[in-house]
């Protein structure tokens, strides 16, 4: 009689907290220890922090980490980009987007089609040459695509697409 009693107290305070009417909760993924760095939106399936993702840097290293070497339009020579690709912080999400539109501090956004993710291995760097970017080095975190690999990236179309401080994804 007592298990009987104490399981329907459980669920009966599991249904009063919203856990058994909410089963995607703020609890899907941690939350950040240290400050927020990037804030995702959109139609996400893992969320920590009411219908969103917030990131501080350790859970995005968490992920896993890309090393990009390239030229780009904005460095002098060849750098060395390191951050997580667009898919594994898509897979992360539970997010299976056409489209994830990339937004800046200053307000600048750019649109990224997911095709984009898979075919040039493009990712959301932490890291220029080994160290942490900050904010007027264009960091604290930026969207680099591998320019050398492939000669469409070096058009306008996607050098626009390489958003530096970025702080907010939506996902489409």
């Given at each position: 009689m007592f298990r009987v009693v104490s399981k329907l107290l459980i669920s009966l305070s599991l249904v009063l907290s919203g856990a058994l009417v909410h089963p995607?909760?703020?609890t899907d993924l941690p939350s950040p220890a240290?400050?927020?760095?990037?804030?995702?939106?959109?139609?996400?399936?893992?969320?920590?922090?009411?219908d969103e993702a917030h990131f501080d840097l350790p859970m995005?290293?968490?992920?896993?980490?890309?090393?990009?070497?390239t030229?780009?339009?904005?460095?002098?020579?060849?750098?060395?980009y390191e951050g997580v690709t667009l898919s594994a912080l898509m897979v992360a999400l539970g997010a299976?987007?056409?489209?994830?539109?990339?937004?800046?501090l200053d307000g600048y956004e750019a649109e990224i089609p997911a095709e984009d993710f898979s075919?040039?291995?493009?990712?959301?760097?932490w890291s220029r040459d080994g160290?942490?970017?900050p904010v007027r080095g264009k960091g604290p975190l930026r969207i680099m695509?591998?320019?050398?690999?492939?000669?469409?990236?070096?058009?306008?179309?996607?050098?626009a697409r390489a958003v530096w401080q970025v702080d907010r994804v939506i996902v489409k």
């Open positions: 995607a909760s703020a240290s400050p927020v760095v990037l804030t995702v939106s959109g139609e996400i399936a893992h969320t920590n922090m009411e995005l290293q968490a992920i896993g980490a890309e090393k990009i070497r030229d780009t339009p904005w460095d002098e020579g060849v750098v060395t299976n987007p056409e489209i994830i539109v990339v937004q800046a075919r040039f291995g493009v990712i959301l760097a160290e942490l970017m695509y591998p320019f050398d690999s492939d000669g469409i990236l070096g058009t306008e179309k996607y050098s």
